[in-house]
Structures are given as C-alpha cells and as structure tokens.
C-alpha cells in the first residue's frame, strides 16, 4: 500500500510502498478514504513526543470503509476501566500503533463508529480526536449550560473550534482569544459573540468591555497570559487546560482562586461513552467540522509544512480516495 512514513525526526514524512498491515486477533483493515492531522503529528516529527518508535505513521484521525460499511475511528487503544483518568497503558492511534496516514489501517472492530450521514469523508476525518478532546473539556470538566458565557482561547486550532462549535450547539454565549483579526471575524461568522487578538497588550480588557465575565474557559496555551485569564473569570468559574503550547504558568495568586472559588481543571482526550456520546451530539445538531485545506496523500509533505506554519483554521486534511467531496476553506486540492 502507499503510505506516509516518518523514517527520521527532523524530516518530513515520505510518501512511500508500505507492506499492508495484517490485523490481529479482533482487528478489523480499514480502507481509508480520508485522514487528519493534529499538532501531536508534528511534535513526533520534531522528536517533541514520548515513545518515539521509527519508522512509523503517523495519523491519529480517520474515515473509510469497511466491509461495506462507512465509518469513522475512535483513535483510543487502552482508555481503561476508569472514566476520570486513562490507564498506564492508554496510547493513541498513530504511535506506537501505525496510524492513519496510509491507505489501509488495521484497528480493533470496536474501535468503528458509523460515520455521521451528514458529513463528507474531510469533514467526517476532522472529527474524532480533536472532536473528543473539545468534547470533555467542555462537558465533562467544563459542565458548560445554556446561557453560560464561555471562554475559548486560540480559535483556528481543531479542538478550539470544536469547542466553540459545541459550546453555541448546547446554548452558550462564546468569546475567543486568536492570534489576527482574520481568524477573528472567521469565529464571529461560526456564532462567536466577540474576542480579542492575544498578540495584542491589552486583550485581556478588550474582552473584560465585551463581557462581565466568563463562567467556562477553555485554554490549550498557559504561559504567562494564564493568570489574566482567571482575573476575567466570575465566581465559581471552570478553567479547562487541554494544552500547554505557550509554556508554564507564572504568578498565579492562589487567593485569586480561592476567594472566587474558581475550579482549573486537567484535561486530555476522553474516554470511550464520551466518544459516542460526542457523535451523538455532532448527528444530533448536525454540526460540519471546519476543513482548513486538503491535500492528496502523495502531496503530505505539504500538509505537514502547512501544518508546522501554524496559521490554519481548522483542520488540515489528506485524501486517499476520489469520492465527491465540498469543503470549507479549501486550498489545495488535486482533481476529483
């Protein structure tokens, strides 16, 4: 099969033969139509992720079929008996475990979902880890409710828009933090109430004039902006942390958070009944995922340059097959 295969750090992963996967006991071959990438894909080709095994490929989200059936992956090895908490054992689809970015992808049967009838096979690849992640940060550690007024720093990432998508599905007023006005007035078109660009010195007063406060924050930067963000929260607010891409946390005064009783909260991926219950919600109010552009699978080394540019809205994806497929912000794309 075609594949792309990261033979080194600090290369781009090759488009290259690749022996077909066999499954093993309970794994099922997925022929995949379309896949994903997330910012872990770029981190493992910067030698910036744990357990690096080589060569490898990468590729966590996935669309395709098999046996017939049309489907989307649930890209958790491992979650564990404990809801709150994966086990020591919990990996993700893409490393150690060859992922996605290929055209066949061995998984095991239970890790199949019916691809949402609404989406096309981009939009429907975008989904699942970002999609989950978005998902429990937001309703399982957020308890986000109608009429919330909810935070979502760095909007034009996948998980950020997911959590600004989900948060307006479910009622919530939503405000942003990004990083040009560009990307800002893209949120305020998805149903964002307002926000403020982070490059700027004062945004943390630009968003203080819009709203009172924010009862939901969902960050995936940290770094020295983080105490700002608590400043903005009201009494009894939940801050969510689904990432560090800015670095540590400095200058937190704890009676900032004990006086307003604020809750700040770890969160990573999400278990499996959250998965569904994430599909469920995405068929429920028919929600499109946000491509950001397509590439041909032969064309990755592109994807993953874009990638590493950081300057998407939304998710990059690469197509293995030729279906009709519409997307949103398309810039690459080969004949279908």
Aim: aromatic share 8%.
């Amino acid at each position: 099969m075609k594949a792309l295969v990261l033979h080194a750090v600090h290369e781009q992963p090759r488009y290259v033969d690749y022996a077909d996967p066999m499954p093993a006991p309970g794994e099922v071959l997925v022929q995949v139509r379309a896949a994903a990438l997330n910012r872990r894909d770029y981190f493992v080709t910067q030698g910036l992720y744990p357990g690096i095994v080589l060569p490898i490929i990468l590729g966590s989200d996935g669309a395709g079929v098999c046996e017939g059936r049309d489907v989307i992956i649930n890209p958790n090895i491992n979650w564990g008996d404990n809801p709150a908490v994966q086990s020591k054992y919990y990996n993700i689809l893409g490393l150690p475990k060859n992922g996605t970015l290929a055209e066949q992808v061995a998984v095991a049967a239970d890790r199949l979902h019916d691809k949402p009838a609404h989406l096309d096979w981009a939009q429907a690849a975008a989904l699942p880890l970002a999609g989950m992640t978005a998902w429990r940060a937001l309703f399982t550690k957020g308890q986000v409710q109608p009429g919330h007024h909810v935070l979502v720093t760095g909007a034009g990432g996948g998980v950020a828009l997911f959590a600004i998508q989900f948060a307006l599905a479910a009622g919530a007023q939503v405000f942003v933090t990004t990083g040009s006005h560009e990307k800002l007035e893209r949120a305020k078109q998805l149903g964002a109430s307002g926000g403020a660009i982070y490059r700027d010195s004062d945004w943390d007063r630009q968003l203080a004039a819009q709203c009172a406060g924010f009862d939901v924050v969902i960050d995936s930067a940290g770094g020295p902006g983080f105490p700002s963000l608590l400043k903005l929260c009201n009494p009894g607010a939940r801050v969510v942390i689904y990432g560090g891409t800015v670095g540590k946390i400095p200058d937190v005064s704890p009676q900032l958070i004990f006086w307003r009783q604020l809750a700040i909260l770890g969160s990573t991926m999400a278990n499996d009944t959250e998965f569904k219950a994430m599909l469920e919600f995405v068929n429920h109010h028919h929600i499109v995922p946000i491509v950001d552009s397509v590439f041909d699978l032969a064309d990755g080394a592109e994807a993953f340059k874009r990638l590493a540019a950081n300057t998407q809205f939304g998710k990059i994806i690469l197509i293995l097959s030729k279906p009709p497929i519409a997307h949103q912000h398309e810039t690459h794309r080969s004949p279908l």
